[in-house]
Nanobody, 126 residues
Framework: QVQLVESGGGLVQAGGSLKISCAASTRTARPYTLGWFRQAPGKEREFVAAINWSGSRTEYSDSVKDRFTISRANAKMPMNLEMRSLKLEDTAVYYC???????????????????WGQGTQVTVSS
């Protein structure tokens, strides 16, 4: 089981930057991929970015590619999502999630993630 706690959300103006983090903890040494998903009001949860266990592989959605950077120094440090050039449409609750079945893939599929954090609100204003 993986416990996930997000932090760093808030209010930012369009064009600005924000970093959100995910602290992961587990009782076992089992590796896992970590991902970010987001959900805006009235919309389905969508994939944002993912990073595999070693940090050697990352994936991004087309909507955030070249603006967001996911990073993970090591298993004991928080995983970060640095968001730049934020747009109004980036407003959502951002969720951290863990995929224990594909630790080397950086999976983009929401159904692969069994463990979820509570989410952190990111609001981009005009």
């Amino acid at each position: 089981q993986v416990q996930l706690v997000e932090s760093g959300g808030g209010l930012v103006q369009a064009g600005g930057s924000l970093k959100i983090s995910c602290a992961a903890s587990t009782r076992t040494a089992r590796p896992y991929t970590l991902g970010w998903f987001r959900q805006a009001p009235g919309k389905e949860r969508e994939f944002v970015a993912a990073i595999n266990w070693s940090g050697s592989r990352t994936e991004y959605s087309d909507s955030v590619k070249d603006r967001f950077t996911i990073s993970r120094a090591n298993a004991k440090m928080p995983m970060n999502l640095e968001m730049r050039s934020l747009k109004l449409e980036d407003t959502a609750v951002y969720y951290c999630a863990a995929d224990i079945n594909h630790p080397w893939m950086a999976s983009v599929a929401v159904e692969n993630y069994a463990y979820w954090g509570q989410g952190t609100q990111v609001t981009v204003s005009s």
